[in-house]
């Protein structure tokens, strides 16, 4: 017996493929697509515009599969953390923010995350491998289904950010189809103005989605300077300030987007002062960007502090002066680990800092083809 195709990994030109190799017409797909996504019936059977014997034909050869959820953590704040086991035992993170006027959904890419930022928790816990396209979408299913059942005029999740857990721009491969069925109308449909990448810096992926996918692009930056960005962001040696800028400039010029968010963590004493603030200024001139300032959240055995307000908000008016639009991100969902950089999950069998340092990183860094 073959194994069954879990029909979570397939967006719809890839659920096209798979109907047509079976000698039936692509708008199954479409069907399919909209009963599992839109509807929220993943049992073939209550498909009710799907003949007898395709139908029997599915229950042989496909299967829509999810992790398990073992953990529903509600913050005093509304934010909501979500634990789900993969086959394997490693357990991934997933965040909902609801606010007066958006739902947004923080989605994790990677089991643990291939980068070792020094102020991340997440970096912290290691790596073990990248999600498969099924356990990235399924988290964005999952939270519908917990949230509202799929019942469409109570649509909970109007925005999807891929800031969870991981680099998602090193599991590309993975990462687009998930990314092209939350914008599919057959699929979630969320308009590409709703739907945000954040990476840290993956330069040759990043002029890749310029031309493969209309996200909004997030880029973490943390610091003005190659010497400091080094330290917080070690991805930075291999991908350089000068070289990331130009990158997101690309971006900025092709399709339809209009600019890219620098993300910048407020670490007291590192990054926070005047001569970093004039810097960024000047490194920024000419890239459409706004800048969302993110307090650091605190984790166990981090040496890092937060800057405090009085801190923070000069900093943000001395950007703001320069004529940029510059936000400072709320923290959320603290009280129950939530927050930016605090995701841990479980990994099983972490590789160590040394071996992940030998595997060629254009091993991981799967281009789609
Ligand atoms: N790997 C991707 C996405 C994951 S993290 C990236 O680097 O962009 C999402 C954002 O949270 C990033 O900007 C990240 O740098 C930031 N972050 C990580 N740890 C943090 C912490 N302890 N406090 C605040 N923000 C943090």
Redesign the pocket.
């Known amino acids: 017996m073959t194994e069954k195709t879990n029909l979570l990994n397939l967006d719809r030109e890839a659920l096209a493929v798979f109907f047509t190799r079976h000698g039936e017409k692509r708008f199954r797909a479409d069907q399919i697509s909209q009963w599992i996504h839109q509807f929220g019936v993943v049992d073939f059977d209550k498909m009710t515009n799907i003949g007898k014997s395709l139908r029997g034909w599915l229950r042989e050869h496909a299967e829509v599969a999810f992790p398990e959820m073992i953990c529903n953590a509600l913050s005093k704040d509304g934010t909501r953390k979500w634990l789900f086991r993969l086959h394997d035992g490693n357990v991934i993170e997933t965040v909902f923010i609801p606010t007066s006027s958006r739902g947004t959904l923080c989605i994790s890419s990677q089991v643990g995350?291939i980068?070792d930022?020094t102020?991340?928790?997440?970096a912290q816990q290691g790596f073990n491998r990248n999600l498969t396209t099924a356990e990235i979408v399924a988290q964005l299913w999952m939270a519908n289904y917990f949230l509202s059942g799929f019942v469409r005029s109570d649509r909970a999740i109007s925005n999807v950010v891929?800031?969870?857990?991981?680099?998602?721009l090193y599991n590309y491969r993975n990462v687009l189809p998930a990314l092209r069925l939350f914008m599919d109308d057959f699929a979630y449909g969320l308009s590409s103005r709703r739907v945000t990448l954040?990476?840290?810096g993956v330069v040759p992926h990043i002029l890749k989605l310029a031309d493969d996918c209309d996200v909004n692009l997030?880029?973490?930056l943390?610091a003005p300077n190659d010497e400091l960005r080094n330290k917080l962001?070690p991805l930075n040696r291999r991908f350089p300030i000068n070289e990331l800028l130009a990158a997101c400039k690309k971006y900025t010029d092709s399709g339809s987007r209009r600019e890219v968010t620098m993300?910048y963590?407020m670490l007291e004493g590192m990054n926070d002062q005047l001569q970093h603030a004039q810097k960024l200024i000047k490194i920024l001139r000419g890239l459409p960007a706004k800048i969302n300032l993110?307090?650091?959240?605190?984790?166990k055995d981090?040496s890092?502090r937060c800057s405090n307000n009085h801190t923070i908000h000069r900093f943000r008016d001395i950007l703001q002066a320069s004529g940029r639009v510059v936000t400072i991100r709320e923290a959320r969902g603290q009280d129950i680990d939530a927050?930016?950089?605090?995701l841990a999950g479980k990994i099983q069998n972490r590789l160590t800092r040394s071996a992940m340092r030998a595997i060629p990183m254009d091993k991981i860094q799967v281009a789609a083809s």
């Open positions: 995350c980068l930022c102020f991340c928790a997440t891929m800031m969870g857990m991981g680099e998602p954040s990476t840290a997030a880029v973490s943390h962001v993300e963590v993110i307090p650091f959240n605190t984790f981090t890092y927050a930016c950089g605090q």
